[in-house]
């Protein structure tokens, strides 16, 4: 039973780290190329939104990378 339960875990945190690594790689683009979100105002700034989705896929990735990689410290 418990041999059951930490095979579950590990196959979790599987897909936390491939979830997380696929992230990071959404987060490469939006960072590199701005333009392609909309801009609210021309006086803002042309990268307001493209930066904060840019940082939240990156912060997104990275926690889940974190959170998979504790687990498998087992």
């Known amino acids: 039973m418990i041999k059951e339960t930490f095979d ?6 599987k897909y936390m780290i491939v979830t997380g ?6 987060s490469i683009p939006t960072f590199l190329d701005y333009n392609m979100f909309t801009r609210y105002n021309a006086n803002i700034g042309p990268n307001q939104i493209g930066s904060w989705v840019s940082f939240f896929f990156a912060f997104v990735g990275f926690v889940l ?6 687990q498998e410290d087992m």
């Open 21 to 26: 690594i696929v992230f990071l790689i959404i």
């Open 65 to 70: 990378l974190i959170m998979g990689f504790g």
């Open 8 to 13: 579950k875990m590990k196959k979790s945190s």
